[in-house]
């Protein structure tokens, strides 16, 4: 059953967002929107998604995108 949900991304280490990127494209099938901010006065960004998958795709996608040295993430999912 599909959930949606969002997810929250933060990224510190700014040497690191390609491969962010390669897994956001990897999982783009469950990503209904993303928007991403550079907050310049804190030297990061911010990166948030829409998702509508399986709790197994959005925990394989939030997994891996955790595993990744700098960044930070967080996710809410809805029941359905």
Excluded: Q
Aim: glycine share 10%; hydrophobic share 40%; proline share 1%.
């Amino acid at each position: 059953m599909n959930r949606i949900g969002i997810v929250g991304i933060v990224v510190e280490e700014i040497e690191n967002a390609d491969k962010v990127n390669s897994i956001l494209h990897d999982f783009s099938k469950i990503i209904v929107g993303r928007m991403g901010i550079p907050y310049r006065e804190r030297e990061l960004s911010v990166i948030s998604l829409i998702v509508d998958g399986t709790s197994d795709e959005i925990s394989a996608m939030t997994g891996k995108l955790g595993k990744i040295s700098g960044i930070k993430v967080k996710s809410a999912l809805t029941k359905k």
